[in-house]
């Protein structure tokens, strides 16, 4: 499946939901045609702007030997490094700097990214000055455990979308035969790591562009009559992405992300039957005594870049359909595709597996 390099990056934005950074840090991919050059060049302007607006800082703790006392005095190595003599202690105390776990993770990434094979050797070499610019910051050993551990408050927000930007790359990295080297992976061929990003996509998108309905996600249970005590707590459960619902409708969208669209069936194209088993459940288990739940309406939603699909069924007063959005067209059209399909039916709730 290809998905122009223009498209990834509003596919990015709409699934961090940092629009707002994006319209700040204006990218020309004209001329990408690399994923690696695309975060590549996205990395420079998020940085370049970081400067303008200042490298966040924060108090660490250090320790070294000073004249004096400064901080907390560590007696016993102090004391055993012989430095007493010349008015000299070694200390624990506070220092202001910028060589923080923010930074620290920006700088190792654009290490790597020199390091990187097949990226543009303009935009490396741009790398390049761009790191000489920071002050003293350490470099440090990335992993995923690391980004969680980040907590942000309103005055340095704006390494949220940094951080996703460093995260993807080096969740994209792989280290290659010779030592220190590294290679970008397609993870556009990753069907799970795209199916994450197109339900992320999808389900921002209806958060951001659309005002008819309110999106929360939703746990639904069996309707199943428990026979005997306590039989109901084996019952898995099922929970909803995004629930899409106003005062009297409501729909169910399962977001579905495949290379192929539909199954082969003997040369007969058909629609994959376990996700008709499954938004079938969800339609049947939701329905409780109100109006809008007994005709609710169910959507397998499918990207594609070939062949569309506008599949429509009814069972009972549920309605059924199966569509499908172009991610290999202009934005205009993926956008307008998007709120066509949630225009007509008269109810909303997106399932995103």
């Known amino acids: 499946m290809r998905i122009?390099?223009?498209?990834?990056?509003?596919l990015l934005c709409y699934a961090w939901n940092k629009?707002?950074?994006?319209?700040?840090?204006?990218?020309?991919?004209?001329?990408?045609?690399?994923?690696?050059?695309l975060f590549a060049k996205i990395?420079?302007?998020?940085?370049?702007?970081?400067?303008?607006?200042?490298?966040?800082?924060?108090?660490?703790?250090?320790?070294d030997e000073i004249l004096?006392?400064?901080?907390?005095?560590?007696?016993?190595?102090?004391?055993?490094?012989?430095?007493?003599?010349?008015?000299?202690?070694?200390?624990?105390?506070?220092?202001?700097?910028?060589?923080?776990?923010?930074?620290?993770?920006?700088?190792?990434?654009?290490h790597q990214l020199i390091k990187t094979k097949r990226l543009d050797k303009n935009l490396r070499n741009e790398l390049i000055l761009l790191v000489r610019m920071f002050p003293d910051i350490s470099k440090i050993k990335i992993n995923s455990s690391l980004f969680k551990k980040i907590r942000l408050n309103r005055n340095n927000k704006f390494y949220s979308f940094i951080l996703n930007v460093c995260q993807i790359i080096h969740e994209s990295?792989?280290?290659?035969?010779?030592?220190?080297e590294y290679a970008f992976s397609d993870f556009l061929r990753d069907e799970n790591k795209m199916a994450y990003l197109f339900e992320s996509f999808v389900r921002n998108f209806y958060i951001i562009e659309q005002k008819d309905y309110q999106v929360r996600r939703e746990t639904i249970y069996w309707n199943f009559?428990?026979?005997?005590?306590?039989?109901?707590?084996?019952?898995?459960?099922?929970?909803?992405?995004?629930?899409?619902?106003?005062?009297?409708?409501?729909?169910?969208?399962?977001?579905?992300?495949?290379?192929?669209?539909?199954?082969?069936?003997?040369?007969?194209?058909k629609i994959q039957s376990s996700n008709l088993y499954q938004l079938f459940s969800y339609l049947m288990?939701?329905?409780?005594?109100?109006?809008?739940?007994?005709?609710?309406?169910?959507?397998?939603?499918?990207?594609?870049v070939d062949e569309d699909y506008d599949l429509h069924y009814r069972y009972g007063t549920h309605d059924i359909q199966i569509r499908t959005i172009n991610l290999n067209t202009n934005w205009r059209n993926i956008s307008g595709r998007l709120k066509e399909i949630i225009k007509n039916p008269s109810r909303v709730q997106i399932v995103c597996k």
Do not use: W
């Open 4 to 10: 122009p390099i223009e498209n990834i990056y509003f």
């Open 19 to 37: 629009l707002d950074e994006k319209e700040r840090i204006n990218i020309s991919i004209e001329d990408t045609t690399e994923l690696v050059d």
């Open 43 to 63: 990395l420079i302007n998020i940085t370049k702007t970081l400067f303008k607006r200042g490298l966040d800082h924060n108090y660490i703790d250090k320790t």
């Open 68 to 110: 004096g006392i400064k901080g907390k005095l560590l007696f016993s190595q102090t004391l055993k490094s012989g430095i007493l003599q010349k008015q000299s202690t070694i200390c624990v105390y506070d220092e202001f700097s910028s060589n923080i776990l923010t930074n620290q993770i920006l700088v190792t990434t654009i």
């Open 173 to 180: 990295l792989l280290p290659t035969e010779n030592e220190g």
């Open 225 to 269: 009559d428990e026979i005997g005590e306590g039989n109901n707590i084996y019952l898995p459960q099922m929970q909803t992405d995004i629930t899409l619902e106003s005062e009297n409708s409501k729909i169910i969208i399962d977001a579905k992300f495949y290379s192929e669209t539909m199954s082969k069936n003997y040369g007969q194209k």
């Open 285 to 304: 288990n939701q329905r409780d005594q109100s109006s809008k739940t007994q005709t609710t309406t169910g959507i397998l939603l499918y990207p594609t």
